[in-house]
Structure formats: C-alpha cells, structure tokens
C-alpha cells in the first residue's frame, strides 16, 4: 500500500515521519506493589487499588477510598507520584490485563497495591494528559494482551511491558492537543451519564408514585385495588417455541429469547438470530403481547411487544406469553408495573427453588396486580411514564453513541491517521459530529470554559482587598449559568456548601486561568483567593466573543450579598429546579425535604440562614430571578 506523503512505515504500520515508536521500557521504570496481610487495610495512608485503575483513566484523589496502614519503609518503597502510571497486573481475562491510569495529582502519602504494577516516567517524552489516552489504542491494547500469560488468570509484569511499543508524538504540544480533544467528549460523556442517572432517579420516583397510588394525576378519584392477574387475561399463559436459533434471513421471523431481554424490558438489537420452524407462526408476538422470564438468573424480566421491533416476533421456550383484556387492564400500565419493587418482591418470593430460580404458567396467574379503578388513570399513568422511558431511551442511545465516536476518535488520534491543524484553534478534522453539551458559546473546552468563567468572575467580583475566594465564585458561577441556560448548573453536586462542581478545581479550570495568567492566586489579612493577573483582558475577549457580557451584567446585582445568602439562594434554587424535573410541586415543605434527603445538606435545616422564613423567601426570590 502506497505511503501518504509526511508518512513512514514503521513495525506499528504507517505513523507521521515526525512520531515515533517507543518501547514503554525507554521511558518508564516499572515496579510490582504492596501485599498485606487483611489485618492492616481499612484505615491508614490512600492506597491505590486494582478497580481503581481499572475503573479510571486518570485518578484524582476522590477516586482512591481505600486505605492501609503502612511503615516508613513502606511509603517510600511504594510510593505514588504524579505522573505515574499503574496498570492492572491480573484478571480473569485477558482483554482485562494491563488496563492503565495515571495519577493526575499529588497525594500525599499514597501507596500502591500488589495487584497494580506502578510505571514511574524516567523522562519527559510523555505529557500527564496524554498518558491518560496512549495506552488505550486499539494497537497498543492489542500487544499488551498478547504479551500477557494465562493459568488460571491472565497475568502482566514489567518485563512483558517493558516491550510493548506505542505510537509518539514527538511534540508534547501535539500530545496535549489530542489529550484535550479527547478529554472534550470525555467531559460530554461524563454529562450525558449524570444526566442519565438523574433521569433514572426521576423515573424510578414517578414510578413508585404513580404505580402505587401514593399521587394522582389530576382528574382521577378513587381507590386502588389488589386483583389477581388471572382475572384480567383473556387466554391461558403459554410457553414458547422450543427450536435452535439460526442467522438471521429477511424471509424467517426474529427469535426472542430469554437473554435477549435486557433489564428495562428491550430487545437487544445486538445478537439477534432467527428462528427456522414449521410451528413458527404459533408463536408469534401481537400487538399487546407482554412476555415474562421464567428461569434462571432472568427469571421475571419483562418485554412487552414493540413493533418498531419487528413485525414478526417468535418468542422462546424459557419465555411466557401473557394477553391482557385490555377494558381491564392496560399492556403499557402492566409492563411498567412489572418494574416495581412490589413485583420484584414477589418474583423473588415466588420463584425460589432449591435449584435454578423459576416460576411457572400457574403461579404467574396468582400475580397480585395493584391498579387503579378506571381503565382511563392506567393509559394516563402508562403515558406518563411512556414519555420519561423515551426521553432515558434516546439519553442512552446518545451516550452509546458518543463512546463509539470517541473509539474512532481515539483510533484515528493516537496512530496519527488525522492530525490536528493548529492546536490555537483546537479543531480535529475528524469528528465533526462531536456534539458539545453546552451550546450558548463555543469554548475551547470545558477546563477552558472554566479557566475563563473563573477569570471574568474574579476580575468582576474581586479585589486585592477582598480577593475572591473558591466557595464565592463557586455560587456565582452556578447563578451564571443558570441566567446562561446552557445546562451546565446540571453539573453541580449538592456538596455541604451549596451547589458546587469539582471539576473547575480538580479537571483544570482553575489551573489553566493561573497558568494563562488571567488570575493569581491572593491573600489578604484573613481573605484567601484570587484576583485579576496581567492578562485577564484575554480572559474577558473571549467572554465577550462568546456572546455571554449580558449575563455578566445581571450577575452584578449579586456583588454584594453575603456568601451566606448566597449560599442559601443557589441551594434553595437547585433544589427548586431537581423538584420540578421530578414532577413534584414546590413549596416550602418539598424544598425542606429534598434538602434534608441530601446527605451534605441535612445539617443546613440547623443553621439560622436556612430557617423557614428564609427558606420561603429564597424560593420567592429564585421564581423572581428565572423561570419555574
């Protein structure tokens, strides 16, 4: 195959003439690290653990929990510095060995497992982002593997990585450039699983509420009752076709089996196969059709019938076929019902056996169904419903497919296949289908997006008499970005003082503002923070491209409000916006509630500044400042 020019041949295959190949070896020094007996673990000095690193890229303190007590001696031996790298040494397999992360910041007294191996750098040649992604390639996970031996689990050493060869970019600022690329849908991804996970806590709530009568929808009276399922099925449970799956043919019908289900009741569209028998047309899915699981670990999961689906649908032997009267019962209303705890419950109940779990036709019958009294409540309730599973649904499909580009992107980066043009304008020619989550303005990237927040905030609200501190510029950044609207208050946590996003301190915001010089760090008498530095006017042009100088200005009406109300504010407010998405009314007692359910928050109800009356007049205050 014929060499692009600026290209060379090379034992990787084709790489950029200006990058090289390196064995692991020549850049860092490897090291196994500490056993100890169980007696010492639990409490003590950070120790860095095997899912630590399996689990994490890049570890920053908040991901390192455990703990060990550990010697002098200990500490020095196995150390863990910024910049190291540790890989996992053993697993059951061995697409799982040799899985990296470096550690992005200074711990102190932190030490290593015996189930870890540590990489210490013994030079420059790598940047600390760009070892976040380099040993993640396809090309590079591929000789790591084989290098690996296998007993009874897969194993890894520093001799077999010594060897492992990597594709280098000579210029760090070319590492770095793909590094911040990559760390760009790193952080969309990261948003689109907070938001799922929020999601998922607001159906999960509706559904206890709705699917038990503890609320209504308006518009419906009346009591709940306990019925049977019997009562409401129309034909008597059957069990599917009992017949081998074969490939998959546009003139046979899709087979659905038990493990084609998947825990929130869809089909699987990987692995699908069809089903080749003379009885085939028996067994076929209509619409209102809710099959049930019957054995084995998947015993009570559910799939009502989906004709996006397929048309023709041919369910399994280990499967149960239920047909509702749906005058009586709704096949949406039931399907939701059969994720609720109370079925589970039952499940659970009924279907232990000494051997395999399993539930039969007849047992499935005496299913307790808890529903309302009109047909007409359950198709309100089923819609409801319905609407929050598509809105998780497309969330999800969203957040596959923001992996698979960054397995392209990651493909295509790190081998240099696509170069970056000029890192100032941090523009890949490849993923022109990144999706950014914050649209109102086209940062760099989130860090820098902070790095610039921080530095407009500071040069506004700080001064060298009254630098601007963390917690303070931490609540006039969320208000900003509530003003904003640009979903970025959703990144916030619930943290002890008020709304807070670790990211601007622990991922680069604050660093990149002090590095770039906009700010510096300050202190006055008892007044730690920050205030402007000499270039904080680059700082405030990209603000102003980015279209955002009119949020600045609302902002200026908070300048000066004690950090205490303002705490009081941004938490009322945060709760009042989580209330909302959740379906439920905001008042004084919901807001209460929702602040003493979040651990970091309970203890704010004790405090003067988050008594009733303040309570009510921060949520006042908040339906004057935005929309509810």
């Known amino acids: 195959m014929e ?19 390196v064995e692991l070896g020549e850049f860092l020094d490897f090291k196994n ?29 908040n991901d390192i929990l455990g703990r060990v007590t550990v010697t002098k001696q200990e500490l020095e031996a196995y150390g863990a510095n910024r910049g190291d790298i540790f890989f996992t040494r053993t697993s059951e397999t061995a697409e799982e060995v040799g899985m990296a992360s470096v550690l992005l910041e200074d711990i102190p007294n932190t030490v290593f497992s015996g189930f870890v191996l540590r990489g210490r750098p013994i030079n420059s040649k790598l940047s600390d982002s760009f070892k976040k992604y380099c040993f993640s390639s396809e090309i590079v996970r591929n000789q790591i593997v084989s290098k690996s031996t296998y007993t009874t689990r897969a194993l890894t050493n520093g001799r077999s990585l010594s060897s492992v060869l990597i594709p280098l970019p000579t210029q760090t600022d070319e590492q770095d450039a793909i590094a911040d690329t990559l760390g760009d849908i790193d952080d969309l991804i990261e948003s689109l699983e907070q938001l799922i996970a929020k999601k998922r806590q607001i159906k999960q709530g509706a559904e206890q509420e709705l699917l038990t009568g503890e609320k209504r929808l308006p518009g419906f009276y009346g009591g709940w009752s306990k019925t049977a399922l019997k009562k409401f099925l129309i034909a008597p449970p059957n069990y599917g076709i009992n017949a081998p799956g074969v490939p998959r043919s546009h003139n046979l019908p899709t087979y659905l089996r038990i493990t084609d289900i998947d825990a929130n009741g869809r089909f699987v569209k990987e692995g699908r196969v069809a089903v080749d028998h003379p009885l085939a047309s028996e067994y076929m899915l209509s619409d209102g059709d809710i099959v049930i699981a019957r054995t084995g670990a998947s015993v009570g999961k559910s799939y009502l019938f989906n004709r996006s689906d397929g048309d023709q649908i041919v369910f399994a032997g280990f499967l149960i076929r239920l047909r509702v009267d749906r005058t009586k019962l709704h096949p949406n209303f ?36 808890l529903h309302p009294p009109t047909i007409e409540e359950q198709v309100s309730i089923a ?8 809105e998780l649904h497309s969330l999800e499909t969203r957040l596959a497919k923001s992996r698979r580009i960054k397995q392209g992107m990651m493909q295509e980066l790190l081998t240099g296949k696509i170069r970056l043009v000029q890192r100032a304008a941090n523009v890949v020619q490849f993923p022109s289908q990144v999706e950014r989550v914050a649209t109102a303005g086209k940062g760099h990237n989130k860090p820098f997006d902070d790095a610039v927040f921080i530095s407009v905030l500071v040069k506004e609200f700080g001064s060298e008499q009254r630098p601007l501190g963390r917690k303070r510029y931490t609540k006039f950044s969320y208000l900003l970005h509530r003003r904003l609207g640009d979903g970025r208050d959703k990144e916030y946590l619930p943290k002890a003082a008020g709304p807070y996003d670790p990211s601007t301190k622990y991922k680069g915001g604050e660093a990149i503002a002090i590095k770039n010089k906009y700010i510096r760090k300050h202190s006055s008498g008892s007044f730690p923070g920050f205030v402007a530095a000499e270039k904080i006017a680059d700082a405030e042009q990209y603000f102003s491209e ?16 004690t950090t205490e109300r303002l705490e009081l504010l941004t938490t009322v407010d945060m709760a009042m916006v989580n209330l909302c998405e959740a379906g439920k009314h905001v008042e004084l007692a919901s807001v209460k509630q929702y ?34």
Do not use: C
């Open 33 to 61: 690290g500490l056993n100890k007996a169980k007696e010492y673990f639990g409490f003590g000095t950070p120790i860095i653990n095997y899912m630590d690193v399996y689990n994490n890229a890049g570890l920053m303190a």
């Open 546 to 561: 980015w279209g955002r100088s009119e949020a600045l200005t609302w902002l200026k009406q908070f300048h000066y409000e």
């Open 595 to 628: 602040i003493h359910d979040a651990p970091e928050w309970t203890a704010k109800l004790d405090r003067a500044i988050f008594s009733d009356d303040n309570i009510d007049m921060a949520i006042k205050w908040s339906r004057q400042l935005f929309e509810f």
């Open 3 to 21: 060499l692009k020019p600026g290209y060379k041949q090379t034992e990787l295959g084709s790489l950029p003439e200006d990058w090289e190949e």
């Open 383 to 390: 819609n409801t419903l319905d609407d929050l599973k598509s």
């Open 334 to 369: 039931f399907e939701s019902f059969t994720h609720t705890s109370r079925y589970w419950s039952w499940i659970l109940a009924t279907s232990t056996r000494s051997g395999q779990p399993g539930i039969n036709s007849n047992e499935l019958k005496d299913l307790p169904v």
